[in-house]
């Protein structure tokens, strides 16, 4: 615990008058996370300043700033890292404490205060007291907002009409086999929306809310529109199923209004604008509505159920109903097919959309009180209750009635009466005739009314039918703008973020309620929706699908993060359920099931192409982390080959906005094929520079991605350049993940930077040969560093590199670090690699052989695009009198490096003697750092360039001489062959530690390289190969 300074004051009681505020913002209460409680009191014995406020309510007596447990703390957390509400920072904590006027507050509090002390008084007063709060939204618990809506979903006109039918078919004993295997797939989604419900707060948005938290925005974004969609494509389904009835019953008393076709129109517009009147008049009118549908379900299944056991009439034995009977029993329990739909799976694709609809709880997620207990009960009550009604009606219906009736109260017969054939002839009634020629327009076969031919009052039936059809259609216009709400307020789409507005105190999207009521009117008026409603019912399995997905999914990923309060649910189960839906939806509708793919499939690329900026802590997020990971490990295991050379760099971009062109060359060889990090040296005080290494590295990791380049940052705080990339050499990677070359731009300035800063650079050179490490130096005719031109527009306070060219380190103004967002957000700087190079040369001069580096850089910029059309010429040195053989042999060598370079120039005057002015150029370059010893003994050159180490002694001079005029012939060539090119890459001299200055080897490499407008790849190997002509 922080303990706070007591300094001497006067004693104080803590009562509470005091509250500490946060620029966090309110709790949702509307109080701050600090305010305490009424009466709340602590004594001290020796108080401070601040145990006078309420900081000693959040403690348990003791005097600190660190505080107990409590719920604000994780209420509203977004991420790792991100700033909880109320609880001190681990800067308040850990950083040193400053008295100001008489309080003690954290230094770093005081630079960005994160908590003022203010009076709870003048809190209050400003809360206005006097104005009432806002009245409470109406929330729902499991049995009002789960159970009754689920099952009055589940409920449809299947119940009344196709399940008598249905066993009549398949018989009893198949007929609960189609059940409970439905019932099993539903039940194995309720049980994957409970435990995904129960893993963390649930908001509204339902299915969708649920699938894209899980799984991600890709698959959830996708799954939202379309279940949005189908929802509301559902609210015209059940309406005009509603329409239908009535229209019967009108025909049947001659009161048709127009016609068959336009009645269900007509009586289909007046039904849902009705229902979009009940739904605008807000939830708790629509929930009443719902209970008056549940009340008149009940009594329609309760009026059957008597009617079963009362003596069936004369009338009712001629339509086949002879109350309980064993045989008939018996009869009914095997199956009996009929028609082109008779088939086990004909029967079931018909019978499986009625145990759908276990989403309209969790579509209305936002409504209840408490979702993570209302979901998991109320659904798998629902799903339970009506599994038990569903096999009582089978079984009732198919113990009393027979398959086949006349209806005629003429064919009662005595019992026992000869040529009567079949069951009904043992209760006295003579079906024979019509059974045969299969014209009984009656019994279970035939007459889709059963049930209210059995019941005890008909008409209660058919209140039933009216109370399954409006509650099913209610639910889906209440779901469908729920869902589509939220959709809409992640913005993962275009042109719909207009229907996410809220209204009134549950938010109600009475836009969304507008364009469901247009969809469901729309598809009213087509009045023929059995193209469509396929599509639906494939809509419905396809969230099953991805709802069982995400639940295996999250599972198998075994993130931390994945902590459901329900324990009752198998990840096997789950995956089991998943792909029995996407076999259902085949089963039911080929085509409808492609067109369902096909659109997830459209939306899912959509997402996937657009990015969206969100963060939900998904399932794919862990599964990406597990995958990543898993790879990593298995990678240590294998043994290196030269095959599986890539070349892996370590980028001293310093910050990579600064040395762009340097990003984007070696982004560009990278990309889709090897590891590029870029590093970054933070020189100064580590105190100092730590803050602005947290701060900066996201807005780092931002401005790469932006400009798509695939890498990773990472930065280091040192007290001087060499250390820091001695760190980063040695700490990079990750496994068998780590580089292999360092890439570094030239160091421009070094004739006039501080001769310290030139013994770093080379000895950084040096660093890296020793830790074998391939080594790429860029050299631009214009230069690499473009901070100068940022200073503006990112940091106006910006303090330039001491040695900007040095293309590493970084130095800037204490506490002037740059807004990451900032940083992203800049605008890109152009440069060379990021234009096409039409049909120019890449020339390489493999001078010497360092292993294949050389040439595999080029190699893999030529692969590209861009780089595509450049023609790749190869140099090398040789001898004028063996030109033709030592040409052959290096394309022999080319050759089986199957690289496709075809044009060699041999170079036979590489060792000619150069020009004059040339050679006076570079004696005039090294003779500020010469030592003029005048050829002394080398302990007294020693004892001379004791604190210069940099100094060239003239013997060193003299003994390099051949290779100095070397560099000056090489650039000489450079600049008669390669003037033109798109790039140059060259094999650079190797500086032999302790043998040659720093200064001299700089003087090597700016001979070399000067001069030339194309970009120029200094590049050497580990002397290792990296290219191979065996194939194992």
């Known amino acids: 615990m922080a303990e706070l300074p007591i300094p001497d004051l006067p004693p104080a009681r803590c009562s509470g008058r005091f509250t500490i505020s946060t620029f966090l913002g309110m709790e949702e209460g509307g109080r701050g996370p600090y305010t305490p409680t009424e009466g709340s009191s602590c004594d001290s014995v020796q108080p401070t300043q601040l145990s006078s406020s309420t900081l000693c309510t959040r403690t348990f007596g003791y005097n600190t700033v660190d505080v107990v447990p409590a719920y604000e703390h ?77 099952m009055l979903n589940i409920w449809g006109v299947i119940l009344y009409l196709r399940l008598p039918w249905i066993t009549a078919q398949a018989g009893i004993a198949l007929t609960w086999l189609i059940i409970l295997m439905s019932v099993t797939v539903t039940t194995i989604t309720g049980l994957s929306i409970s435990a995904i419900s129960t893993n963390g707060k649930v ?96 009594v329609s299944f309760i009026n059957y159920l008597v009617g079963t056991v009362i003596p069936a009439t004369a009338e009712k034995q001629a339509k086949g109903f002879f109350s309980y009977r064993a045989d008939i029993f018996a009869q009914n329990f095997v199956p009996n097919w009929r028609g082109p739909e008779g ?32 979901i998991p009960k109320g659904t798998l009550m629902a799903i339970f209750w009506t599994t038990m009604s569903y096999l009582v009606l089978s079984a009732t219906i198919g113990a009393c009635v027979v398959r086949d009736a006349s209806g005629s109260l003429n064919d009662s017969v005595a ?67 729920k869902v589509f709400q939220c959709l809409c307020k992640d913005q993962l789409y275009p042109l719909i973020g207009f229907f996410g507005k809220g209204y009134g105190r549950n938010s109600e999207p009475i836009r969304g309620y507008m364009l469901t009521y247009v969809i469901a009117v729309g598809f009213i008026l087509i009045a023929e929706l059995n193209a469509i409603a396929p599509i639906i019912s494939n809509f419905f399995l396809c969230s099953y699908a991805l709802i069982n997905f995400s639940c295996f999914h999250a599972s198998i990923t075994n993130s931390p993060g994945w902590r459901p309060s329900f324990r009752y649910y198998s990840k096997w189960a789950a995956l089991f359920g998943a792909a029995v839906s996407v076999v259902i939806m085949f089963l039911l509708t080929w085509w409808a099931a492609l067109i369902a793919f096909g659109i997830v499939i459209f939306l899912l690329g959509y997402v996937l192409y657009k990015k969206p900026d969100v963060n939900w802590g998904s399932s794919m997020q862990a599964s990406s982390y597990n995958m990543a990971l898993n790879y990593s490990v298995g990678l240590s295991e294998v043994d290196e080959h030269i095959k599986n050379y890539r070349p892996q760099c370590l980028v001293l971009t310093g910050p990579p906005n600064f040395r762009p062109a340097l990003v984007d060359f070696v982004g560009t060889f990278t990309k889709n094929l090897s590891l590029m990090l870029c590093g970054n040296v933070l020189i100064g005080p580590w105190k100092q520079k730590m803050p602005e290494s947290r701060l900066m590295a996201d807005g780092h990791t931002k401005w790469l991605m932006k400009r798509k380049i695939k890498a990773f940052y990472t930065d280091v705080v040192a007290e001087d350049l060499r250390s820091g990339v001695q760190m980063l050499i040695q700490a990079a990677g990750l496994g068998k993940m780590r580089p292999n070359i360092l890439v570094l731009g030239y160091k421009r300035n070094w004739r006039t930077a501080s001769p310290q800063s030139l013994e770093d650079y080379v000895g950084i050179l040096h660093d890296a040969f020793d830790f074998k490490y391939g080594v790429c130096l860029m050299r631009m005719k214009e230069g690499l560093n473009v901070s100068r031109v940022l200073q503006a527009h990112v940091n106006p306070t910006f303090e330039a590199a001491e040695h900007p060219e040095n293309g590493t380190g970084s130095r800037a103004a204490p506490g002037t670090a740059v807004d990451p ?130 100094k060239i002694s003239d013997e060193e001079v003299d003994k390099n001489r051949a290779k100095s005029l070397r560099q000056v012939r090489l650039n000489e060539i450079l600049r008669d062959y390669s003037r033109d090119a798109a790039l140059i890459a060259i094999t650079p001299p190797i500086g032999r530690k302790g043998r040659c200055p720093s200064s001299l080897y700089m003087a090597w490499l700016e001979t070399l390289s000067q001069d030339l407008r194309p970009p120029i790849i200094l590049t050497r190997g580990n002397q290792e190969n990296v290219l191979t002509f065996y194939c194992q």
Not at 96 to 120: D, N, R
Not at 218 to 240: D, K, P, Q, R, Y
Not at 350 to 362: C, D, N, R, V
Request: with cysteine.
């Open 74 to 150: 994780y209420a509203n957390s977004k991420g790792v890292g991100d700033p909880r509400k109320g609880r001190p920072s681990l800067a308040d904590l850990h950083s040193i404490l400053k008295v100001t006027g008489g309080l003690a507050v954290p230094i770093a509090s005081l630079a960005s205060p994160a908590m003022l002390l203010v009076p709870a008084g003048l809190e209050e007063a400003e809360g206005e007291p006097g104005r009432d709060s806002e009245p409470e939204p109406v929330r729902f618990g499991w049995v009002k907002g789960v159970m009754i809506r689920c």
């Open 203 to 298: 908001k509204s948005g339902g299915t969708y809310f649920l699938i894209s938290r899980s799984l991600g925005p890709e698959l959830g974004g996708s799954i939202g529109l379309i279940f949005a969609f189908a929802n509301a494509v559902a609210v015209a389904m059940h309406t005009v199923g509603f329409a239908e009835t009535v229209r019967d019953l009108l025909q049947e008393h001659n009161s048709l209004i127009v016609d068959p076709t336009n009645d269900i129109r007509i009586i289909g517009v007046i039904t849902v604008t009705v229902l979009l009147g009940i739904s605008l008049a807000g939830m708790e009118w629509e929930a009443k509505a719902q209970i008056l549908f549940f009340l008149v379900i009940l």
């Open 343 to 374: 088939s086990f799976f004909g029967l079931f694709s018909i019978f499986f959309p009625s145990a759908t609809g276990i989403l309209a709880g969790a579509n209305i997620s936002g409504d209840l009180k408490d979702p993570a207990v209302a």
């Open 415 to 481: 019992v026992g009466s000869p040529g009567c054939e079949g069951l009904a002839c043992s209760f006295g009634w003579n079906f024979t005739a019509c059974a045969q020629q299969q014209s009984c327009r009656y019994g279970l076969s035939n007459y889709y009314q059963s049930m209210s031919m059995v019941s005890g009052f008909g008409p209660l039936i058919t209140a039933g039918i009216f109370g399954a059809t409006l509650s099913s259609a209610l639910a889906c216009l209440v779901s469908a703008p």
């Open 821 to 950: 967002t900032t940083l992203a957000s800049e605008q890109q700087a152009s440069t060379i690699f990021q234009s096409k190079q039409g049909k120019k040369t890449i020339d390489i001069y493999w001078l010497f052989d360092d292993g294949g580096l050389t040439l595999l850089i080029p190699y893999l910029l030529g692969r590209k695009k861009r780089w595509g059309k450049c023609k790749i010429r190869v140099f090398v040195g040789g001898q004028i009198n063996r030109m033709d053989e030592e040409r052959k042999a290096i394309v022999s060598l080319l050759s089986k490096f199957r690289l496709g370079f075809h044009e060699v120039h041999i170079l036979p005057d590489i060792n000619q003697k150069p020009r004059p002015e040339h050679i006076k150029r570079f004696d005039e370059l090294i003779a500020p750092f010469r030592l003029n010893d005048g050829f002394k003994d080398e302990a007294t050159v020693n004892e001379m360039r004791q604190g210069c180490p940099w």
